[in-house]
């Protein structure tokens, strides 16, 4: 697991200990940067359920104005904040510890442009993040919120849902503000 490209490129990133984190292969996350790279540069991203925090620390690399780390494991929220440190992103970067939906309630409306959804597979925890970001508006007019789920798992929310992508067992779905068409640039 590493930076693929700007400022922190080819920097190893430290996976979290134990079998409770799956990290984003780097073939998934090199073509989800390429799916989304006309929006990463200046936009305030948010890494939801961060694990290793690679998600947002590529975003970082790669020219975005800041972003906020959620994850409420004491390992992962270590683990995210050695990889922040090693790629030197600490200045841009912010480590919130606790649970998901106390963090989204706590925003304000239209905080972010692009946000990262990696939830435990399965469905329920993902569509209840994506009911939460609808209800207290975080996303901004223009935001993409980058999901990674199980094929299998069916992603029900009110925002426009845009195209899908698989990898193997893995759909990576991009959904944006319902104030815009659902389809991708």
Known sequence: MRVISGTARGKKLTPVPGMNTRPTTDR???????????HVRGARVLDLFAGTGQMGIEALSRGAARCD?????????????????AARVDDRA???????????????PGSFDLIFLDPPYGGKILNDALYDIERFDILSKDGIIVCESAVEDQI???LAVGREYRYGTIKITIVRNDQEDGTDQ
């Open 28 to 38: 998934v996350k090199e073509s989800i940067f390429n799916i989304i790279q006309n």
């Open 69 to 85: 780390f959620v994850d409420h494991d004491r390992t992962a929220q270590e683990t995210v904040r050695r990889n922040i440190a």
């Open 94 to 108: 912010v480590l919130h510890k606790g649970e998901f939906s106390a963090f989204l309630a706590a925003r304000r």
């Open 156 to 158: 029900v929310t009110g």
